[in-house]
């Protein structure tokens, strides 16, 4: 079995909710889960994400998106008021 990554569509094989992989977890006993965000709306609003164990989750289709590198970069230190007199 080929291994889900970050930016494969997904599908839960016990309740059939799909979507694209955005999160993966380690847990401390080697639990790997999978968060799924759908693309559908419902009532013209986004689907909230779901997470499931890595076991029942199914690779649909590799690659949708690929994750991002660059994270917006560095930004300037903030400066510390000084103390009041």
């Known amino acids: 079995m080929a291994r889900i990554n970050l930016g494969d ?8 909710f799909e979507g694209i992989v955005v999160c993966e977890s380690q847990w401390l006993h080697g639990c790997r889960r999978l968060t799924l965000q759908p693309q559908a709306l419902h009532d013209g ?3 909230e994400s779901q997470t499931f164990d890595e076991p ?13 590198v660059n994270t917006g970069g560095s930004r300037p230190e903030p400066q510390r008021q000084g ?3």
């Open 56 to 68: 029942q989750v199914v690779r649909v289709e590799a690659s949708v998106f690929q994750p991002t």
């Open 9 to 16: 569509a997904a599908k839960d094989s016990m309740t059939g």
């Open 45 to 47: 609003k986004p689907v």
């Open 83 to 85: 103390l009041p007199t």
